[in-house]
């Protein structure tokens, strides 16, 4: 059974400037997507009541296996306007991962679009300060820490990345890290070979709307 969840990590997006030699400078939208070993806020689906911790090299294996990789900058999750997207297919990419100590960074140059200036604007004023991204976990990809008053459940391989994003609302905010408790039960009968993630996670998004 596959499974997906809205993360959203609290005034980690900003905008970073490069000046080259020549001196032009490039404005990036940077970021942690996701945050490593901390844990979230209290999480209510069919796995049970729970709190969830993400290791790195859960992200970090996924993102140096051979698996194919599609992974899209969007604007609160919506896939028609890309702000910027990793293809593992394609030899150049406007949109780096970098997994180091504290989690996942997430880097794109602003591109010449109105959405995109209009997101950085937003993100100046400080109007949109959040990041979210949905995944996928393998098959006994987690494990349960089950103590008298709480159960802890650790991520610690995923088989997706599929939409990283820059976010108005975190649906449920804690210090540097939340979760929003609106997980889906989809695609259970499809198997990893003719799983399409584009498609899916488009159906996904549809749904976790309507429960908005």
């Known amino acids: 059974m596959k499974e997906k969840r809205f993360f959203t990590t609290n005034t980690d997006i900003s905008i970073?400037?490069?000046?080259?030699?020549?001196?032009?400078?490039?404005?990036?939208?940077?970021?942690y997507a996701i945050?490593?070993?901390?844990?979230s806020v209290e999480i209510n689906d069919w796995n049970g009541t729970y709190y969830e911790i993400i290791k790195r090299e859960?992200?970090?294996?996924?993102?140096?296996?051979?698996k194919p990789k599609d992974i899209v900058l969007t604007f609160n999750h919506n896939l028609q306007e890309p702000l910027a997207r990793?293809?593992?297919t394609r030899e150049q990419n406007n949109l780096t991962l970098t997994v180091d100590e504290r989690g996942l960074l997430i880097s794109a140059p602003i591109g010449n679009t109105?959405?995109?200036?209009?997101?950085?604007?937003?993100?100046?004023?400080?109007?949109v300060d959040g990041m979210s991204f949905i995944f996928t976990v393998d098959k006994d990809g987690a494990t349960y820490d089950k103590k008298e008053t709480e159960v802890v459940r650790t991520i610690n391989s995923m088989s997706g990345?599929?939409?990283v994003s820059v976010v108005t609302f975190p649906a449920y905010q804690d210090s540097d890290i939340a979760i929003a408790k609106r997980?889906?039960?989809s695609l259970e009968k499809e198997t990893e070979k003719n799983y399409e993630p584009d498609l899916a996670l488009e159906i996904d998004l549809l749904k976790a709307k309507s429960f908005s």
């Open 183 to 185: 997980s889906i039960e």
């Open 161 to 163: 990345i599929y939409d």
């Open 16 to 31: 970073r400037s490069v000046t080259d030699e020549q001196g032009n400078t490039t404005d990036y939208f940077s970021g």
């Open 58 to 66: 859960a992200v970090e294996s996924y993102l140096n296996s051979k």
């Open 35 to 39: 945050v490593f070993d901390r844990r």
């Open 114 to 127: 109105q959405l995109a200036r209009d997101v950085k604007e937003m993100i100046q004023r400080g109007d």
């Open 86 to 88: 990793y293809k593992s």
